[in-house]
RNA sequence: GCUUACGUGGCUCAGUGGUAGAGCACUCCCUUGGUAAGGGAGAGGUCGUGGGUUCAAUUCCCACCGUAAGCUCCA
């Protein structure tokens, strides 16, 4: 038996599904879109009467499978140009009809047949039906715009995971359950972190738990801001008008802000920081000595996201970034993203991402200042990135239309990736504010402004970061880190009292549950709550000056001197400031 | 914004053209219990909102709001 790539494989099951569609709905007007591979499987995108429901997928699946047993040579037919055109316009193909149009002339088109089905197809394919594996699942439909294009009518797209056997499947399908449980808008609710409401969409409530958790985060990044020469800023949340048009952000920007009137003038809603910190680094005059000058900002930004791309802590409509605005004359530019890089992976190994990549985006086709100034800045830019000593992607005119970009990527423990931090060079801002700085010689200079973030926005981390660790936080970002159970709350409730004193006072947030419960059911409730700690107290440890400990997740639990678990709590406690800075 | 689906007590969900049910959580009582649910009782919902159809709607239809998946968007 031959062997065929899974691409293929999955290419000739997308026709597959498409002739099993054919065959199920021959009076609904069936034409296809386009139908590629994907990762873990492939898609179609179908024109039809009938709106595809979930139980139709199934009767798809079946019929699917029974076309392998049938066992139908696939044959290449090549045809001429207007020949295609006529045979699928005469089949009512009109979106294949559209496809083949836009083959350049010369190429050579291609259909593939299998049966009673025909499909326009570059190849390659498997040579029978009966070559294809079972092992694929139609997931679910979802409405995709002909061609990418809003503009254009809605197809509805079929997505199919398919492997090449029934272990790599299962193993898919096991993955995107995992992913399910530690989805984190669940984890959110279970652990009491944050919630909405549907008087704010996009907008996180965050309860006692993640407040604290996102706070600790904040501290977080403080640190290593101290470290890293950064100055922390506060700036207003709502601004005249006339600045966004100062900025570009009323031009460009309007749509996705909020507005409001008051004493007959225009004020929005800051959706970034980098409008105040121009001002900021206007209000005094720097000199050259100053630079680079670095302005953080937890400022909240409101932006207006439209309603279908909100989701979760991913996308919302409220947040805060750990925002920084550098700025900097050119030739400094190198040095401080050698320094910029370091602070990345100071960050990201702290939270025990596994891999991370980079992207170094170049100038797009619009885009604003001259090419002198783009070749400058991007050579600072792949020079630092050489000097940090850490692999790379170009992603060519990808930049934005304001200066090139370096993008940090990290993968979860389940090898998602997610866009977080980001390092944008900016030539404009300093341009519309006409920021100047003094130089060596006494004379007026252009600063350049550095736009970064490290965690991206802290909900968006938060998001992301909450599904990576599945809920079950590090003691040092841990809501509750500890939870002291009293065996009994006649005889140890106040020796527990008083331990739980000791330890707040030193800044743990450590509690006693003297509820009158089982310690059975106190157990339970606190390794669901992910609590990484459990000290119980009883005669024994009373006695021996001692405490038993269970870590979460840990089937036993084992006896700390009070000495050692002082010990054990500091240890663990420093572990707040990243290895590489203590 | 678009396509589709969903919206029932705090949470997870069942159910029905004749105005509702479970488990958990909550309150009280009993139980003082050595590491993942001790027992009992009780309170709590005009079934997202507004219209329409009907003798009657939480259930059917429409609109709106919200949520989810995907598309588009993310200067």
Redesign the pocket.
Known sequence: MPKFDIDTIRHTSAHLMAQAIERLWPDSHVQFGVGPVIDNGFYYDIDMDH?L?DEDLKKIEKLMKAIIKEKIPVERIVMQRDEAIRFFQDKGQTLKVELIEAIPEGDEITCYKQGDFIDLCRGPHVENTSQLPMSFKLL??????WR???NNQ?L??I?AASFADRNELKDYLTFLQEAKKRDH?KLG??LELFH?E?VA??SPFFMPKGATVYNELVDFMRRIYHRFGYDEVITPQILDSDLWHT???YA??KENMYFSNIDEREYAVKP?N?PCHMLMFKHYKYSYRDLPLRYADFGRLHRY????????LT?VRTFCQDDAHIFIDIDGIEKEIVNLMEMFFVCYNHFKFPNIKVNLSTRPEKKAGDDATWDKAENALRSALEKSGHDYAIKEGDG???GPKIDVEISDALGRYYQLGTIQL?F??PERFDLKYTNAEGNDERPVVIHRALLGSLERFFGVYLEHIAGAFPFWLAPEQAVIV?????QHLEYANDLCQKWMSKGFRIRVDDR??????K??QI??AKVPF?L??????MEEKTV?I?AY?E???ESLSIEELNAKFDELSAQKMPDALR
Request: glycine share 14%; hydrophobic share 20%; with cysteine.
């Open positions: 709106r429901t679910h439909t979802a409405g995709a715009y990418g294009d809003s809605m509805q797209r997505y808008r609710k279970e909405f549907t969409p996009g900025s570009g952000h460009h920007y970034m980098c996201e439209k309603a279908g791309a909100l989701g979760g996308r934005a239309f304001y900016d404009q801002l009293p065996v009994n709350n006649e009158n419960e089982t310690m059975g059911y157990t339970r390794q669901k459990m119980v107290i009883g005669d024994r440890e038993s269970r997740g089937r036993s639990s």
